[in-house]
């Protein structure tokens, strides 16, 4: 059997799940990796058979979205001509997590595929969606990358084809402890937040991650590290709570492990915000930007107790690519045949 996987490298979640995922998949068959997206600092330790510059998130480092970027960089022409060159019609099934190039070129030349991922999870009623509605945003995120057969990934399962996360192998093996500092991942806020907002919560170290530096160093209770997997799982696993993003696979990593959990989502990225909606849902604290009153909400959120309910139920990631899996063939069969 012949896999296409088509992975979105716009953040680094879509790679992060990808890393776990691949080996498994080869299990039922080869598997060819395409690539789409310029602004993942994790790359696949797997062959890339297709790469394409394709179409990105860009954010600017007050935590908001940068649209005149975006727009930007999309070439209509060189979306279509590489869509073309894609040979979807020699797989036996195609795999997308929500990337753009390899839907196109399945749509142009009606091959079926499973949109595949966290996103997927989106086409559901019922998950949980943000109290201020965009009707353009809500209409991008179901049609950017739209299927007949959706396998979603998601903090909530109401519906048979939408699963619980997908978590890396190391923290399925590891044995969490609680060490007093707080991790932090908010690669769109530029370093001057943190240390304007941090430094007077001196009782409280504060691990930072960020694309802005290369060599780790400390700077009274803040301590800096380059974007690493095995930097950032030490720190998770030993933390006492998680300030991130509103994206999905951290803030699910964090609730596996049980840490407490303050989450900022990006303003304008609308996934965030559905993100955000279902979180706050489970008790997790949203707080919509950083600003004066960061230090203080910070402060109070560290002494308070944080209530998950309901915790998503997790899977071993391979019994739950096993399950999926099932799924996918024996749905593919009706795809085929409609």
């Known amino acids: 059997m012949k896999i296409l996987y088509s992975i979105q490298a716009t953040g680094n979640g879509h790679i992060s799940r990808a890393q776990e995922i691949i080996p498994l998949l080869k299990q039922y068959g080869e598997v060819d990796i395409l690539l789409s997206g310029s ?15 394709g179409l990105s998130l860009f954010y600017k480092k007050s935590g908001k979205l ?11 022409k060189k979306l279509v001509k590489d869509a073309k060159n894609i040979p979807v019609e020699s797989y036996d099934i195609v795999l997308i997590d929500y990337e753009f ?58 519906e048979d084809w939408i699963f619980p996360p997908v978590i890396k192998d190391v923290l ?14 908010l690669p769109h806020y530029a370093l001057i937040q943190f240390k304007k907002y941090f430094y007077g919560l001196n009782k409280t170290q504060f691990h930072i991650f960020s694309k ?43 609730l596996f492990l049980n840490k407490k959990l303050l989450v900022v989502p990006i303003r304008g990225q609308y996934e965030q915000q559905y993100n955000a909606a279902a979180l706050e849902k489970m008790g997790v604290l949203v707080v919509p930007r950083i600003d004066i009153h960061f230090s203080l ?7 308070s107790e944080q209530p998950i309910h309901p915790k998503p139920q997790f899977i071993q990631t391979p019994q739950l690519i096993e399950t999926i899996f099932h799924k996918i063939q024996n749905d593919w069969v009706n795809l085929k045949v409609n």
């Open 39 to 53: 602004n993942s600092e994790l790359s696949l330790p797997f062959e890339i058979k297709y790469r394409f510059s």
């Open 66 to 76: 940068d649209e005149l970027r975006i727009l930007k960089q999309i070439h209509p």
């Open 101 to 158: 190039i390899s839907q196109l070129a399945c749509k142009i030349k009606k091959i079926p595929f499973v949109h595949f991922g966290h996103q997927a999870s989106f086409h559901s009623n019922e998950t949980s969606k943000p109290p201020k509605k965009s009707k353009w945003k809500q209409w991008i995120l179901k049609n950017y990358c739209k299927s007949k057969q959706n396998i979603g990934f998601h903090f909530e399962q109401p």
């Open 172 to 185: 399925w093996q590891a044995n969490p402890s609680d060490r007093g500092h707080i991790s932090v991942y």
């Open 212 to 254: 802005e530096i290369d060599t780790p160093y400390s700077d009274l209770n803040l301590h800096f590290f380059p974007i690493s997997h095995n930097e950032f799982n030490q720190s998770l696993i030993h933390c006492h709570g998680v300030i991130c993003s509103a994206g999905f696979e951290t803030p699910s990593e964090a």
């Open 297 to 303: 909400i910070v402060s109070n959120w560290l002494k």
